[in-house]
């Protein structure tokens, strides 16, 4: 517990949970930006990638020491985001954030997630101003000097994530081909580069503001935005070869399903690779007929199922937005006079912490 002078506790829900949860607003995209090799943001389609499936056999280790890594130890807060939100406010002449929840798609995987994960908390910071809530994680250099050095460990099979990427997808205009390119590969891995969809959607009445990167899209390399309907979630795993691996790969699939779900994701195409990091096959999954996938696997207990997440998700937003936001309703929701400061000023921004502990609950302090 923090020693802060106010919190509230939210335990989570019995994973028995059967009552039906608060429904997911179908997503709708407010707009899209792409981060270009350099990190830098241009206000377009410029990094989306087509789809192509990659070849089964090729090699996933290939480019490994010609990665170009993002600088992971800046921290972009909400920026992007924030930016997309302003240049779309600047065009339409509307508010667009009212009242609701803006934050990364990650923060509500983690939140969403939480029922299901007995290892690892987290900590997010929830600031309200101008009458929504913006939510980031809360990584102090600790925690993430920490993180790091687990990632480290794992480097080879993160790299193997990034380069299925890359034999998976073609960009419309394509690197300069080298003559040492194997067949089907995309290009050089840069985790710099990234097309980032923002949407609008909602958890039962709570509005939420979510940015997110879309890996690719299922249509003719040259053809603009297709709509979310089209965009597809690229994945990897290692090749199931027996029940235990294969109940691994199905409580994964929590994540895999809440990610996409959230942003409106419907395709997800898994590349199964071997130890070695040769593809042997891959499978496509509809994001929607996840859950009664899992559902549907013989089994004793279901490793998991949506009810509980959806339920803990609502409970959590529901108790940042009800002790964060101002109540009086004029300052919830500002008319335009105050928020263009020809009226008195907002209230200052005011910042609160919650966090997880795994298998108790959360919790919300000032
Ligand atoms: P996999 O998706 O095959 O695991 P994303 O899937 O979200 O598009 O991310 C692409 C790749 O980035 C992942 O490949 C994984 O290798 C790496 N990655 C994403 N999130 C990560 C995390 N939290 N920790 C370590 N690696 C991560
Ligand atoms: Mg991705
Ligand atoms: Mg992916």
Known sequence: MSSSKTSHFLPLPPLSLRTPPPPYRRPTIISTY????????????????????APIGCDLNHGFDRRTERNESVDEHLDGL???????????????????????????????????????GWEMTAIALDGSVYVELHDPPDVRAKRRKQQSTWAWQTYMGYSFESFSTQFLVPEQENEDWPTG???????????????????????????????CVRAEPG?????????????????????????????????????????????????????????????????????????SVP????????????????????????????????????PDSIRRGEQSPLPPATMWRFSFIPRRGCELYE
């Open 185 to 215: 590969w995309g290009g050089d891995v840069n985790t710099n580069v990234q097309w980032c969809n923002v949407v609008r959607s909602a958890i039962g009445d709570i509005p939420l503001c979510l940015g997110g990167e879309v890996d």
């Open 82 to 120: 924030c930016d997309a939100l302003r240049k779309v406010e600047e065009e339409s002449g509307k508010g667009e954030r009212k009242g609701g929840i803006i934050t990364w798609r990650g923060m509500i995987t983690r939140i969403m997630t939480a029922p299901y994960e007995d290892r690892e």
């Open 34 to 53: 792409s981060h270009q090799p350099d990190r830098s943001i241009r206000h377009d389609d410029s990094s989306m990638a087509y789809y192509r499936p």
């Open 299 to 334: 089994s004793a207990h279901p490793p998991w199922t949506p009810g509980p997440c959806l339920h803990f998700l609502h409970a959590v937003l529901n108790l940042v937005l009800t002790h964060i936001l101002p109540t009086d309703p004029c300052l919830r929701y500002p």
């Open 223 to 295: 053809t603009p935005h297709p709509g979310l309907e089209k965009c597809v979630e690229l994945k990897t795993n290692r090749v199931i070869e027996n029940e235990k691996q294969e109940f691994i790969f199905h409580k994964k699939l929590l994540k895999h399903w809440a990610q996409s779900w959230l942003l409106g994701i419907p395709e997800i195409e898994v590349g199964f690779r071997d130890d070695s990091g040769i593809l042997r096959n891959q499978r496509a999954f509809e994001t929607e007929k996840i859950p009664r996938f899992i559902a």
